[in-house]
């Protein structure tokens, strides 16, 4: 209801302005430190003050005497040297919320199944009218190992972006990329086959068993060692092995495809236990096998974006050359990455990129670059789709095929009016690639809607280091956080964390509610779990590095998870006593609400009630800057600011029965407040805690 509000506002000021001035004005509006100033205030006067050679604080008086009603706003004063200060009306701000309260509990299943994540194409969405499709890809974690905890910031992110663009009416598709021929997945290949010397029966049969994640960990940990050891041997291995799976052919090729695919379902099941599912797991494969890659080389051939090396170290190449403006662009972040040797291989700050090797083989930027065109419908090809199978329970996933296409399937092809791609901040210089080689084509908009939601490393700190299990030296367990390493081995695997975690929170749980249930033990302490992991990661800013920590993680005080569960939990117990006392049976009169709002504690209500109906704010800062951070700050400071409430106000035990009824009625509304809040944090919230 605040973003409404203050939309309503700029959009009158935007008029006025014009209708009196005859100028065009972007309007900035900024909420006041003090709830007395106002709930909006606009610096506008100064800037206009520029432009008509007048004093800014008379024209802010000209602009509050000739603005006229704005639904909603009680007035608007000047203040200091020129500012503009807007007063809500505070009894149509409580009716609007409570309003809007009531019509999604109307919703009922159908806002708690988009909260969940699992909407599927052509189905509605949140407020407002929907618009164009949207495509989030996400986690695209390399099918050669676990899932380790910086994967697991990925999806968070991915997964959360989604939910907060579905909320304010986007039609988004969940993409999750599969490098199924890449070196990662050559590596462990050569691992199995040439190191371990064992058959593809053998790996076929390993594969089928539990923790082969695990197993291809350590595997593609001692292949980095022996790679290193030989240079030489390596490149020679990695170029043999990568061309028979790229063309499909041979044991290599077999291997390959038998470990991406059983690596695959356990990242599908890794995710599921964080609440995060997928729609569409598009294959790196069938980029190849279907010739989107040749249809792109063409098109890039063709243009002259690219051009064949004949001569110095990139000869027999196929190279993506800069132009000057593109020189700028790429040289303002020119990032590797430490984890993706295929995607930082050839790469040494050079102006040209490759995009074809000279032994036929592609980049990954390259293949990136045919993904990337057919994303928005640039491609004139189309995969073939099909059901994956052992999907998790609950979830229907759907894969790109070279094989017969599943009539049944959605229409992924559809182009996307913009695209998201979650993606380590180190792959930031390859991401520009992708975009330059996208306006090489002339295709100059969709490089600027192609959004790369980068972040920042997840580390350990030293004491969550020692937890898991790791010998530190002297000088690391100085160091305020530890890095981790998949290609050494030396990291948090992302099933070990959720398992200690909900360890941890289940011991907690045991000892505070013994008279549970046992399921429901398990449940509640899952719910804790997942949900402090997922607001630790998504609590800081992406371009921070996190060093996490389980104790911090875990705590019950302060910017966490299971504070802000708390409070609904909190808010739980009293609506339910305030239910079986009949107090919630009370209609607030219209009176009451006008005489509690401006009273003695007016002020108190009042900012817990625009704290609530702010809701709307958080998310579209949210999708203006590309950050959840903002959800989830809203989350903690609504249930900051209910505490604070609570303490304050005696809300059972209140003997006015009026004002008993409106502090009830408030404080459910911050309860649905925040559980819609967490909700698009992929947060749930247990009955007990």
Same mark, same amino acid.
Request: charged share 25%; aromatic share 8%; net charge negative.
């Given at each position: ?37 106002? &709930? ?21 008086? &000209? ?283 050839? &790469? ?335 947060? &749930? ?5």
């Amino acid at each position: 209801m605040y973003q409404k509000l203050t939309n309503r506002l700029r959009e009158a000021l935007v008029g006025h302005i014009r209708e009196k001035y005859g100028v065009e004005l972007a309007i900035a509006l900024e909420r006041p430190p003090k709830i007395e100033m106002g &709930e909006a205030a606009s610096p506008v006067c100064f800037e206009l003050a520029k432009r008509l050679k007048k004093v800014p604080r008379l024209i802010a008086q &000209e602009i509050a005497n000739g603005l006229g009603r704005v639904e909603g706003i009680a007035r608007v004063e000047v203040a200091g040297g020129g500012y503009l200060d807007a007063y809500f009306d505070r009894g149509t701000f409580w009716a609007s919320v409570q309003a809007e309260k009531s019509r999604e509990m109307e919703k009922g299943q159908g806002r708690d199944a988009e909260a969940a994540g699992v909407r599927r194409e052509g189905q509605g969405a949140g407020r407002g009218e929907e618009r164009g499709k949207v495509i989030v890809e996400h986690s695209s974690i390399n099918p050669n190992k676990a899932a380790h905890i910086g994967h697991v910031r990925n999806a968070v992110l991915g997964d959360t972006m989604v939910r907060i663009l579905r909320h304010a009416a986007h039609r988004v598709q969940i993409q999750n990329y599969i490098d199924n021929t890449g070196v990662q997945v050559a590596d462990v290949v050569i691992g199995l086959l040439q190191m371990e010397k064992v058959t593809p029966v053998w790996v076929r049969n390993r594969a089928a068993e539990a923790k082969f994640d695990y197993y291809c960990w350590d595997l593609y940990a001692k292949a980095t060692s022996f790679f290193a050891a030989d240079k030489e041997r390596a490149a020679a291995l990695r170029g043999a092995t990568l061309k028979a799976i790229e063309e499909g052919t041979g044991e290599d090729a077999e291997v390959a495809q038998v470990v991406a695919d059983a690596i695959v379902g356990c990242h599908l099941r890794t995710m599921a236990r964080l609440g995060i599912a997928y729609e569409l797991l598009a294959r790196e494969s069938e980029i190849l096998h279907l010739k989107f890659w040749d249809a792109a080389f063409e098109m890039l051939k063709k243009s002259g974006a690219i051009q064949l090396a004949s001569s110095g170290k990139m000869a027999g190449c196929w190279i993506l050359p800069w132009k000057e403006e593109e020189k700028e662009r790429i040289n303002a972040e020119n990032t590797e990455s430490a984890e993706d040797t295929e995607k930082n291989e050839e &790469e040494e700050n050079s102006q040209d990129k490759i995009i074809v090797r000279s032994n036929g083989t592609v980049t990954y930027v390259g293949k990136d670059i045919a993904y990337q065109l057919w994303k928005f419908g640039l491609l004139g090809k189309d995969f073939h789709y099909r059901k994956w199978p052992n999907a998790p329970e609950g979830q229907t996933v759907w894969a790109t095929t070279s094989e017969t296409n599943d009539p049944e399937a959605p229409h992924f092809g559809e182009a996307a009016s913009s695209v998201y791609n979650v993606i380590d901040a180190r792959q930031a210089y390859l991401q520009k690639v992708v975009a330059a080689g996208l306006r090489a084509l002339g295709h100059v908009g969709a490089a600027e809607r192609s959004i790369h939601l980068s972040y920042e490393i997840v580390a350990l700190t030293p004491r969550c280091a020692a937890e898991m299990g790791y010998e530190l030296t002297p000088e690391e367990a100085k160091k305020p956080y530890v890095e981790v390493s998949g290609r050494k081995g030396f990291g948090v695997k992302a099933d070990d964390l959720l398992d200690k975690l909900e360890a941890a929170t289940l011991e907690e749980v045991q000892q505070r509610h013994a008279e549970m249930p046992a399921e429901e033990q398990k449940l509640t302490a899952h719910e804790i779990a997942v949900g402090a992991l997922r607001f630790f990661l998504l609590k800081f800013t992406r371009n921070a590095i996190i060093a996490f920590d389980f104790k911090d993680a875990l705590s019950f005080e302060g910017e966490t998870g299971p504070y802000c569960q708390y409070a609904v939990v909190r808010i739980r117990g009293i609506r339910r006593k305030g239910a079986d006392a009949g107090a919630t049976n009370v209609e607030v009169t219209k009176e009451s609400i006008a005489q509690l709002l401006s009273g003695a504690d007016g002020n108190s209500f009042w900012e817990l009630l625009v704290a609530a109906g702010s809701l709307d704010y958080a998310v579209d800062a949210a999708i203006a800057t590309q950050e959840p951070a903002f959800v989830a700050k809203y989350a903690f400071q609504l249930a900051q600011a209910f505490n604070n409430f609570y303490h304050k106000h005696h809300i059972l035990s209140e003997a006015d029965e009026q004002k008993r009824a409106f502090l009830l009625r408030l404080t459910e509304l911050v309860e649905a407040q925040l559980v819609r809040a967490l909700g698009l944090l992929g947060i &749930e919230t247990p009955e007990k805690m």
